[in-house]
């Protein structure tokens, strides 16, 4: 959930500009066209924008409503860098990109909705609809959005479960179920007490079901984001961002931290508790690689004493951990699994790396601020897609998974090409 999730971002525009002359990849700017692909929509940095000219400048922003981006940075020396801010795909591997963008990729802005937090995107095959949840404090926060794709164009409404799930933040699909982890927790909310947890969805029948609600007793801060192993078992963050944002009414009791829930026993094992603020959450094909996103450049102050209106939001700060990380997993499917070999794989290059998502080829997705960057599994960057809202969460999408959709702060987007998501099973 990356308190992007939460986060009221100005939207930029990303109107393109048609130029009568594209720059040639030859040429020693630090932008150039991407072969045949319109210019400057598709956009070359060459040597991955390694060397800027002259007096470049990208002044750290930690206002935390209006953090800086890559497309701020202002280099005065190089005029083709200016194309950037009118780009919607920045490719920096253009041999890898050619493969995953196919022949005629597009993206598309489908809906316009509010501008507070948005995520947990789960695509349902048995019903070819996409979900999405409000992290909206409140009976806001009870309902869910869905996008049905069996219409042309697609269309966009609302659904609540039976009973209502609060504040789902990530989400993933799993014979016929949607697995929730649910941010919210309130004593009183609509004459009922909700606490963070692992929730089932069935979207043909709407109805939910409660799997975990609490570490032997204490109350989760704000289960954030889930993933599956190949055997069913559910790994989920947890991280302490809800009660600053009002989402929680409790005050975290708990470590953050990484868990792993089996359904057939009940048990809930800690894995990893070396991250502030661990968000993101996702497998690799086969299960043998988990990738975790430690978002704590967001830093939540913990003061448990004052009225909950009145405690502190997020913090923000460039200099605070706004990382990818990979972990080998052993004895996935065994009572005492483990992480090993702990190591960063991808710095953001704009805000912090909120939900991430594996390609079917190991490929590397993740919403960072305004835009999505796709990486190679060893955390190389080969492009970005700029968008112009908060992009918190994407998910694969349609029956060849070959559509990424992107929801966020005020915007849901659609992008066609050849990169495809892991089978739904």
């Known amino acids: 959930m990356a308190i992007s999730a939460l986060l009221l971002v100005p939207l930029i525009s990303l109107t393109p500009v048609v130029y009568s002359l594209p720059f040639s990849s030859t040429s020693n700017a630090l932008t150039s066209s ?3 692909l319109p210019f400057p929509e598709f956009l070359c940095l060459n040597r991955y924008g390694s060397v800027m000219p002259g007096n470049f400048n990208r002044p750290a922003n930690n206002d935390i409503t209006s953090p800086d981006t890559y497309m701020s940075t202002t280099v005065p020396d ?15 591997d253009w041999a890898k990109a050619q ?15 509010t501008t507070g937090g948005h995520e947990a995107p789960v695509y349902t095959p048995n019903t070819n609809e996409l979900y999405f949840s409000d992290l909206a404090t409140g009976v806001a926060g009870l309902s869910q959005q869905v996008i049905n794709l069996n219409n042309t164009p697609p269309t966009l409404g609302r659904m609540t479960a039976s009973p209502p799930i609060y504040a ?3 989400g993933r699909y799993r014979n016929g179920l949607i697995y929730y982890s649910a941010a919210g927790g ?17 979207p043909k029948t709407g109805k939910s079901e409660v799997l975990v609600n609490n570490y032997f007793g204490y109350y989760f801060n704000t289960c954030d984001d889930l993933d599956l192993d190949p055997e069913g078992n559910v790994w989920f963050t947890d991280l302490q961002y809800s009660y600053n944002v009002g989402l929680n009414t409790v005050a975290p009791q708990l470590e953050a931290a ?41 830093f939540a102050s913990i003061d448990p004493r004052p009225p909950i209106e009145t405690v502190q939001y997020l913090t923000y700060n460039t200099t605070g951990k706004r990382t990818v990380y990979a972990f080998d997993v052993l004895d996935a499917g065994s009572e005492a699994p483990s992480l090993v070999n702990k190591r960063a794989v991808y710095l953001a290059m704009d805000f912090v790396p909120d939900g991430l998502s594996i390609a079917a080829n190991g490929y590397i997705v993740t919403g960072t601020g305004h835009g999505v960057d796709v990486l190679d ?7 970005r897609i700029q ?3 908060t992009a918190a969460s994407i998910e694969f999408v349609g029956p060849k998974r070959d559509e990424l959709w992107i929801v966020g702060h005020g915007g849901v987007s659609r992008v066609k090409w050849n990169l495809i998501g892991q089978p739904k099973v």
């Open 34 to 36: 991407c072969g045949s």
């Open 78 to 92: 190089d005029n083709s860098f200016s194309h950037v801010s009118n780009a919607t795909f920045l490719i920096f």
């Open 99 to 113: 493969a995953i963008l196919g022949d005629t990729p597009t993206y598309e802005f489908m809906f316009t909705i």
């Open 168 to 170: 789902p933040a990530g």
């Open 186 to 202: 309130n004593e009183s909310l609509n004459n009922t007490t909700y606490r963070p947890g692992i929730y089932t969805l069935d």
């Open 258 to 298: 990484t868990y792993r829930f089996n359904p057939k026993t009940g048990l809930v094992s800690l894995v990893e508790d070396s991250m502030g603020a661990p968000n993101g959450i996702a497998f690799s094909p086969g299960g043998k690689t988990l990738y975790i996103s430690d978002s704590n450049a967001d």
């Open 377 to 383: 599994e060893k955390g190389s960057m080969v492009l």
């Open 387 to 389: 968008t112009n809202y």
